[in-house]
């Protein structure tokens, strides 16, 4: 290298490094530190990015066509993260998008959360793979409060449809042996939940598949519109609000003889919405959504101080929620699919405050919404400064001898 070209080097290195202070400075005031005690987080991490179904409407099956070889966290680096970061989650979820028990060390993993006592730590799984030393992990350390099974249908023609697999006897033996060794254990959790995605497709025999998981003994059974919710997608109930508002009839009545298991599901359409355009039944749906999620029993912040984020922003994730897949890349929000950082890499607070987030916070707070942020309608709990902390507060208690 010659003495200009060194030069040019050297000063394109301080610009830039002068930038970054630069840059730092002004958004000094949306900085997070990782010293405090509020447990601001909402955690979500994959450790691994393999599945054994092919979901309708998922975006797995894309995925898996375009050769990816999979990938699983090691143990080292989920050890990482969970050192840095569990201390700050109110609520741990694994996974993200994937199949969390298809990790090769998965009860091990369970067994590193275990060490860090978080408040709320759910795990969502297809339940084929519950079973084993996975299910022991989560029995014995008691470390997984929540533990969501999805099931669509019990019907094995109409499962492997939706699902890809000839999986549907196995899952429901598995989530029966599982609660039965709950029940035996004598111990408190996991409180087990069955996930229900209402499609056309299965929206006729929804009540006999909801009677065959409530005799499973789960705790509760959550029902949601498939996604998206709109008439671009041909399984979304807006293309069928009749037939959906008899099928919610038939499921009160399949509640109203199990009333001793909790059921959520979104509220039947009205007169006034059939007659309406698309769009007007795809806001019902997302608000019907958000209803489901307001049965919880939450524990609700008003924003501003002492909290993490400020008052009347737009969307908390930024401040709230992170979300690192299995190679470390930090996300603010499931919209955004380009890492802000990486935690492997740079460590959490200096990926959690890296440039990007900082903008990112700064565009919020001055209301400048741009590219996912502009084409956002999320009503889940974790973009509502009112909805945090706790997820769900579990009354389920093991039964006397």
Request: hydrophobic share 35%; with cysteine; net charge positive.
């Amino acid at each position: 290298m010659g003495p200009l070209a060194s030069q040019m080097f050297t000063y394109q290195r301080i610009r830039r490094a002068a930038g970054m202070l630069f840059h730092r400075a002004v958004f000094s005031q949306h900085l997070m530190t990782t010293d405090r005690p509020d447990r601001p987080l909402l955690l979500r991490i994959d450790i691994n990015d393999l599945c054994n179904q092919l979901c309708t409407g998922c975006f797995y099956p894309k995925y898996a066509s375009k050769g990816h070889r999979g990938h699983s966290m090691s143990l080292h680096d989920f050890e990482k993260i969970a050192a840095e970061t569990f201390h700050l989650a109110y609520y741990v979820q694994l996974p993200f998008g994937f199949e969390p028990l298809m990790h090769p060390r998965f009860d091990r993993i369970v067994r590193i959360a275990a060490r860090y006592n978080v408040p709320n730590t759910g795990v969502v799984t297809n339940g084929s793979l519950l079973l084993g030393k996975r299910a022991e992990a989560i029995l014995e350390t008691q470390a997984v409060t929540g533990l969501a099974i999805s099931i669509d249908s019990t019907d094995p023609i109409r499962f492997r449809q939706l699902r890809g697999r000839d999986h549907v006897r196995l899952v429901m033996r598995n989530a029966e042996t599982f609660i039965r060794a709950r029940t035996d254990s004598r111990v408190r959790y996991p409180c087990v939940v069955a996930n229900t995605i209402i499609m056309r497709s299965n929206m006729k025999e929804l009540p006999k598949t909801l009677e065959s998981i409530i005799s499973l003994g789960v705790d509760e059974v959550q029902m949601f519109h498939i996604e998206p919710m709109d008439t671009s997608n041909p399984e979304s109930a807006v293309h069928c609000p009749a037939e959906w508002n008899e099928a919610h009839e038939r499921l009160g009545e399949v509640i109203r003889r199990n009333s001793k298991t909790r059921v959520y599901l979104p509220p039947p359409y009205e007169a006034d919405d059939i007659s309406k355009d698309g769009r007007s039944l795809q806001r019902h749906t997302q608000l019907s959504r958000r209803s489901s999620h307001e049965t919880y029993e939450t524990d609700a912040v008003p924003p501003g101080e002492p909290d993490s984020y400020p008052e009347g922003v737009f969307c908390v994730c930024p401040w709230m929620v992170a979300i690192i897949n299995c190679w470390g890349d930090l996300m603010p929000c499931s919209h955004r699919n380009e890492p802000l950082g990486n935690v492997l890499n740079d460590g959490f607070e200096k990926a959690f405050n890296s440039n990007r987030h900082l903008r990112l916070r700064n565009n919020l707070v001055r209301g400048k919404l741009k590219g996912a942020c502009a084409l956002c309608t999320s009503k889940t709990p974790s973009s509502d400064p009112l909805r945090r902390r706790i997820v769900r507060a579990i009354d389920w208690q093991p039964a006397e001898a």
